[in-house]
């Protein structure tokens, strides 16, 4: 039998269980899931918070989390009993993995190895190998500065860009930390800005000390990326690649 109450702690795994037609089965969510999957439905806390006693009262028969952020709260929900599915996806990769794996688990595996299947097949459309490339930043927090997330970081080399911060190994926000004399002397030609839970301030990355100088800067190459677009590691991100590989070939025309 397979579950009939789902909890999705993460944006990505209430979205992947409604790409699955699993939707009516997700009987609370985080504050971060997308908006058709919050309405008419308990939230059950932010990314890094959980109302456990709340959770818990809803009786789920499997909890979904992601991460080493919400790694205490999967030993916590396990010492409560609640049968934990916890993902860690990292790359395009493990996206696709992540996808196949709740599929299993929910009972939707057919359904699964398609929305898989047409989620590469869409990373494919993207790719460009055309010269040049232009020098990307992308920054996902601001204090410190945090970078080089690994699917983010091959979407943008996928799509045509260069991250100038590109490492495979650097997995925890601590590992990805950058200084921003760095990003200076990398002097990226296009910026990407997302930051997770609030709004970008655009003011402030023109403002910091000797980024007037970056090229992006300058001539005014910094973009925006909504956080829904393309930090929350499941098939959601298509929409942020399209948004990166539009503002690549504008620059490279």
Known sequence: MFPERI????????DICDRLGAADRVVAVSAFAPTSMRAGRTIVGGFSTLK???LLSIEPDLVITFSDVQAQMSADLIRNHCTVLATNQRSLRGIIQTILLIGRAIGCS??????????????????????????VYFEEWDEPLISCIGWISEAINLVGGEDIFFRLEAKGS????VEATAVCRADP????VSWCGKPVDLGIIAG?????????VRNNDVHVIASADILQPGPGILAGVNQMAGIIERWRR
Do not use: H
Request: aromatic share 10%; proline share 6%.
């Open 208 to 216: 910091r000390p000797g980024w007037q100088a970056i090229s992006a």
């Open 52 to 54: 456990m006693a709340d």
């Open 189 to 192: 030609q296009i910026i990407f």
């Open 174 to 177: 601590r590992d990805r930390a």
């Open 7 to 14: 909890v999705c702690l993460s944006g990505e795994s209430a």
């Open 110 to 135: 057919a359904k699964a190895e398609k929305l898989a299947s047409d989620f590469e097949c869409q990373l494919q459309y993207f790719r460009r190998d055309e010269l040049p490339r232009p020098r």
